[in-house]
């Protein structure tokens, strides 16, 4: 099936072909029609199926067809910053050739561009809520004319604790809208909303309890102190050019990087301390290529869109089976095959049970011919790599997503590669860690080798370092009641 049977706008059409879209995903050829008609609809999906043009399509169709200047017209409410500006740069990539006009509201960037986009009635607003409200309670934009809603990840906005700040955004839109929810689960607060939120739905379901058929799984059971150097022996086996890799806490993620980076390898991380300019500086130069491994905690699990991620390795196993399916949905994505592959340790026993009972089989468990897997664990370490490995237990230290999300930090090469790291900034979490760059810089394009020059990194300036943090769940609203106190403005996110 091609898309020309939905109908859409001859524009439309046109950025579909632009962006070499032939064949319409699942859930694409199943909630397209609905949207066009103007149902609600709960789509139940997982990641990396194609949802955001299910949605995005009839959205830029209807626009289209009935313009409206100075009107904001669509709202997409999103948990992060990462998922939000890829489904802006997806209405932005589709809607090309329409005229059609979106925009991000979220934190950890200056505010000003965003309270232009809102003031002038641009035609989408893709926004996190802890800035959206923010913005909307100093007198900024209008969303009593929206006609259309969506709340994207909605069970990732519970874990994060946005569920309040959507019910507040709910009340500031008319009743008559169209309304769109999707989800890759359905915990029993996301039903509630369901509830509160669609009026007669029409529910499309795809493949949302497991991972994409593309993917493969494989454990490699590991000594825990073993895990870094498995991994750079993994890596150098599979040539690897575009690798993310989970770990469970900030600290871990930039650890980690710094001690992979080098050796033709370049590597970067993507975690909670870091300003959204460092995160999508390490994003797109993952996109690129340019970093060939990428450490992230969860908080990136949902807002990477990168077709050909060849691998993605959970080094420290997830806390939920919800959240092994988000992360392993980074690859295999757009129907590229693509390999999953956990460290697992005795403690992980009961959470790869539960693992396998989502996927439906056993997983194979997997030895790396040639390793040396009787290496002892030094008598003594430092406190520094003490840290690091209490981090890998359940209790070891903050969550890297959950609640994370933003905070201030900076992009940092690793000391072996002779950078001096800026100054560390405030943070926007919960329960700071400690680290809070990631290592790692992109490499000149061509480039493969470590004698390649690595661009200069510079430092937060004063101005960044003291801005609005992250979207980021409970810290955000710890940060919002200080800031009243204070008088302040801007630091909800």
Request: glycine letters at 14%; a positive charge; one cysteine or more.
């Amino acid at each position: 099936m091609s898309f020309e049977p939905f109908a859409l706008h001859a524009r439309v059409l046109s950025g579909v072909r632009a962006v070499g879209y032939t064949d319409p995903t699942p859930i694409q050829t199943q909630g397209i029609p609905h949207v066009m008609a103007g149902r609600d609809v709960l789509g139940l999906a997982q990641t990396g199926t194609g949802k955001t043009a299910a949605f995005a399509l009839p959205i830029l169709d209807r626009l289209v067809r009935d313009p409206k200047r100075g009107v904001t017209r669509a709202l997409v409410v999103a948990p992060t910053r990462e998922l939000a500006e890829q489904i802006h740069q997806a209405f932005g990539e589709l809607g090309q050739a329409t005229g059609i006009k979106s925009a991000t509201v979220y934190g950890g960037v200056g505010m000003n561009p965003q309270i232009q986009a809102l003031n002038r009635g641009v035609d989408v607003v893709v926004a996190c809520p802890g800035r959206l409200l923010d913005l909307l309670s100093q007198g900024h934009g209008d969303l009593s004319r929206v006609e259309v809603l969506v709340l994207d990840e909605a069970d990732h906005m519970f874990d994060m604790g946005f569920l309040p700040d959507v019910r507040r955004i709910l009340r500031q839109l008319p009743r008559g809208r169209q309304s769109l929810l999707f989800s890759a689960t359905m915990p029993e607060a996301i039903r509630h909303l369901v509830d509160e939120t669609l009026t007669d739905p029409v529910t499309v379901a795809v493949d949302r309890s497991a991972p994409a058929e593309t993917v493969a799984h494989a454990l490699y059971p590991v000594e825990a102190h073993l895990k870094t150097e498995l991994l750079r022996e993994l890596l150098r086996r599979w040539d690897a050019r575009r690798v993310l890799v989970f770990t469970r806490t900030k600290h871990r993620a930039k650890r980690l990087a710094e001690k992979l980076d080098g050796g033709g390898l370049f590597v970067s991380s993507i975690q909670g301390n870091l300003s959204q300019r460092r995160r999508q500086e390490a994003l797109d130069g993952f996109r690129r290529g340019d970093v060939h491994v990428l450490v992230a905690t969860d908080i990136a699990a949902r807002g990477i869109d990168v077709a050909e991620v060849s691998h993605v390795v959970n080094y420290d196993v997830p806390d939920t089976e919800e959240a092994y399916v988000h992360r392993i949905g980074r690859t295999g994505r757009a129907r590229h095959e693509g390999d999953a592959v956990t460290f697992v340790t005795p403690e992980d026993t009961d959470m790869v049970r539960r693992i396998e009972k989502v996927l439906g089989e056993r997983i194979a468990r997997e030895r790396l011919e040639g390793f040396d897997y009787d290496v002892p664990l030094p008598a003594r370490l430092d406190a520094d790599e003490r840290r690091f490995q209490r981090g890998g237990s359940a209790g070891g230290g903050q969550r890297g997503g959950a609640r994370g999300g933003g905070g201030r930090g900076g992009l940092s090469r690793s000391p072996a590669g002779g950078g001096r790291p800026p100054a560390r900034a405030s943070t926007g979490e919960p329960r700071p860690s400690g680290g809070g760059r990631p290592s790692g810089a992109g490499r000149p394009s061509g480039g493969g080798g470590a004698s390649h020059p690595r661009p200069q990194v510079v430092a937060p300036t004063p101005q960044h370092a003291g801005g609005a943090a992250g979207e980021a769940g409970a810290g955000g609203r710890s940060r919002r009641r200080r800031s009243r106190r204070s008088g302040g403005a801007g630091a909800r996110d």
